[in-house]
């Protein structure tokens, strides 16, 4: 079964730091590009970020360029997001997603999610 | 950056109803463009990819058209299951990044 399952949400204050980890299985990791979505309390889904395969292409929303990094060990079968200079709007619930070029891209495979809280 | 308008933001129907949801974008985006469904304290799931493509599993009462710029999700017949939140997601291939609509929440009437 494919599976992702994300790690590492917590409660961190203003300007603080948090590192997401997201563990794979059930489907060779190192063959598809992943993405972070995150989904603020009652709102809708913000993609953000990209990482191809062997990490050649990356992208970032906007909302989080420059304070978040992206990165995975395909050896480890594992994606990760450094998180930087959060502020009270980086709260959210972090998803894991996979897109599939079978799928144009689409992301078939969601982790359950982590949340972060960014609060004094 | 393309943006993709995404209407209505509710709507209210009853079992038995055909409702559609459309997603406006604000250029061509080509065949990259997929509809989510998402229920309260769950992860999306992948409903349609390629503007009109049901993924694997997925009931045959939601089809998805394209016309131009405009593309729409539609139940034929709503089950009790489907009364979730929808989104349409877009895929820029140029920028490797991608964008969501504001989502629609279909309720029960």
């Known amino acids: 079964e494919m599976q992702l399952v994300e790690s590492g949400g917590n409660l961190v204050q203003p300007g603080g730091s948090l590192r997401l980890s997201c563990a794979a299985s059930?489907?060779?990791?190192?063959?598809?590009?992943m993405t972070w979505v995150r989904q603020a309390p009652g709102k809708g889904l913000e993609w953000v970020s990209y990482?191809?395969?062997?990490?050649?292409?990356?992208s970032y929303a906007d909302s989080v360029k420059g304070r978040f990094t992206i990165s995975r060990d395909n050896a480890e079968d594992s994606l990760y997001l450094q998180m930087n200079s959060l502020r009270a709007e980086d709260t959210a619930v972090y998803y894991c997603?996979?897109?599939?070029?079978?799928?144009?891209?689409?992301?078939?495979?969601w982790g359950q999610g982590t949340t972060v809280t960014v609060s004094s | 950056d393309i943006q993709l308008t995404q209407s209505p933001s509710f709507l209210s129907a009853s079992v038995g109803d055909r409702v559609s949801i459309t997603c406006r974008a604000s250029q061509g985006i080509s065949s990259y463009l997929a509809w989510y469904q998402q229920k309260p304290g769950k992860a999306p799931k992948l409903l349609i990819y390629s503007a009109s493509t049901l993924q694997s599993g997925v009931p045959s009462r939601f089809s998805g058209s394209e016309s131009g710029t405009e593309f729409t999700l539609t139940i034929s017949s709503l089950q009790p299951e489907d009364f979730a939140t929808y989104y349409c997601q877009q895929f820029n291939s140029y920028l490797s990044s991608y964008t969501f609509g504001q989502g629609t929440k279909l309720e029960i009437k």
């Open positions: 059930g489907f060779t990791f190192s063959s598809y590009s």
């Open positions: 990482i191809s395969s062997s990490s050649s292409t990356i």
């Open positions: 997603a996979r897109p599939d070029i079978s799928y144009y891209y689409a992301m078939d495979v």
